[in-house]
């Protein structure tokens, strides 16, 4: 009966969720500060030509060094700061971060860089300022347009107003790539696709789970993979598979066309050092 009690007043007796509730308050509170102090950091991980094994991208992974609780993932803080506001500056810091790194990169490898893939979150993909930000991080780091992605998930790009599209048009003209990550989790109109200005699909992880092995692959899992990958052919999109952790999964991905995977099979993210030395290997 606790139920219908209300969900406000369980959330008082249950001494768990209040505990989760005080904690997460704790961390909202503390974001702004550490923003400012640069607890903040990006790992990065490789994009891999399922053809070749050359590194095409790299994903830009923002974690947080807490002085007490130690190495947090985005999972524990992008949520909150998406509550607060925060992910506003966060997020533009996070482009910068990258949008740095990929220069060096640029300079490193001349046309063998990859490019740098960063997620834009629901809030910065509706942030007025978002054009001319990235255009102004872009000048002030000198990257080429065309070396920077920017993620967004379906419902950040679905049965949006139009502002929000526009300024996904102004990027894509300026010669951004623009990324729809996590794609197949949420919903989308597919017709509707044709008419974003969208480059690359990339497929959820979820999906690899029944490719896993070669000899007993889920074939609704393989068909509905080889469809997405179908569908983004046909609308000139290129396709990331995510959460690539066996060989059978990489295998049957290149199989039915799919030009890039991600994933801890490949490499985990890591560090700018440690992910110079995997590009300076895996140069196409
Ligand atoms: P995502 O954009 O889908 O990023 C991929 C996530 O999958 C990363 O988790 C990555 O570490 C993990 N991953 C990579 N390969 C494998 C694999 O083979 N197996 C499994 N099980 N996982 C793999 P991470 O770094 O914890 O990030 C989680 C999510 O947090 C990201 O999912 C993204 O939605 C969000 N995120 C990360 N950085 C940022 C950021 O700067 N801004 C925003 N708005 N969101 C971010
Ligand atoms: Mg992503
Ligand atoms: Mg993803
Ligand atoms: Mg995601």
Redesign the pocket.
Known sequence: WAKSAGKGRWALFDPDRNATEVAQFHLSAKMPAALEREEFY??Y?PLIGLRDFCVVGV?????WAHPELGRL???RF?GL??ETGL?VP??RW??RQACRQAKQWQDEFGSAAPFVS????VR?SRDPKLVDDVAAILAETGLEPSRLQL?L?ESAIMGTADEPLDALRALSRMGVRIAI??FGTGYSNLAYLRHLPVHEL?I??SF?EGLRDAERADPVDARIVGTLVDLAHALGLTVTA????TQAQARRMADIGCETG????FA??GSPVDITAFIAEHLD
């Open positions: 990006v790992d991980q994903e830009a992974l923002v974690r993932g985005p999972d992008i700061a998406e992910i966060l997020g996070v482009l960063v997620n834009l979150a910065q993620e998930t990550d996590d990339k959820a992880g690899m995510e959460g690539v952790e991600q994933g801890y099979l985990r993210p």
